[in-house]
Every structure is written in structure tokens, then in C-alpha cells.
């Protein structure tokens, strides 16, 4: 009976290492089921990204371009200030601003009275 009972106790030993196997491979499945998941996401994720892409390039170059023509914008609104600014001192009859003018401005401010 010792030999019986000896191997009943050890068939419920190799049972439990069975059963703890297969509960650690059943988590090993679930993982990989999550991980297939994961990829079908990240490859959806992927296909999205390639839309955008180029859209992102196209948006920045827009950005560029208008950062560029407001830059020139400045300039050529600087150069107007400064320019009606000359004029009203002429207008005015400023004679610093005359000095300061050269004989440039009186060129021009004699040629647009004529």
C-alpha cells in the first residue's frame, strides 16, 4: 500500500505541475493575443502616419513661405513709414529734415510740384 500511495501522491505532484504549465502557458498565449493586437494597431497607426506625412511637409512649407512674405511685408512696410515720414517733414517745411533729405528729396519734391 506504500508503493500505491507513494504513486498516487506523486501523479497529484505532476499533476500540479501540469496544472501550474499550462495556467503559466495560458498567460503566455494571452500575451501574444495582445501583442498581435497591439501590432494590428500600430500597423494601422503606421498607415494613418503615412496619410499625414506628407501633409505635415506640405503645412510647414506653407508656414516657411508665409514667414517669408511677411518678412518682406515688414520691410517694405518699414521702408513706407519712413518714407511719409520724409514727406510730412517736407510737407511741414521741416528744415532738418530738408538737411537730412539731400538733395534727393528736393529733386523729388520739385519734380512732384511741376
Avoid: C, F, M
Wanted: charged share 25%.
Amino acid at each position: 500500500e506504500d508503493g500505491a500511495a507513494g504513486g498516487v501522491l506523486a501523479l497529484a505532484a505532476a499533476r500540479n505541475d501540469i496544472e501550474a504549465r499550462l495556467q503559466e502557458l495560458g498567460a503566455e498565449v494571452s500575451a501574444l493575443r495582445s501583442d498581435q493586437d497591439l501590432g494590428q494597431h500600430v500597423g494601422a497607426l503606421v498607415a494613418s502616419l503615412k496619410d499625414i506625412a506628407p501633409k505635415v511637409v506640405s503645412h510647414d512649407a506653407a508656414l516657411k513661405q508665409a514667414a517669408q512674405d511677411a518678412g518682406g511685408a515688414e520691410a517694405r512696410l518699414t521702408r513706407l513709414e519712413d518714407e511719409v515720414s520724409r514727406l510730412v517733414a517736407e510737407v511741414e517745411g521741416s528744415p532738418s529734415a530738408q538737411e537730412d533729405a539731400g538733395p534727393e528729396s528736393s529733386a523729388t519734391l520739385a519734380s512732384s510740384a511741376a
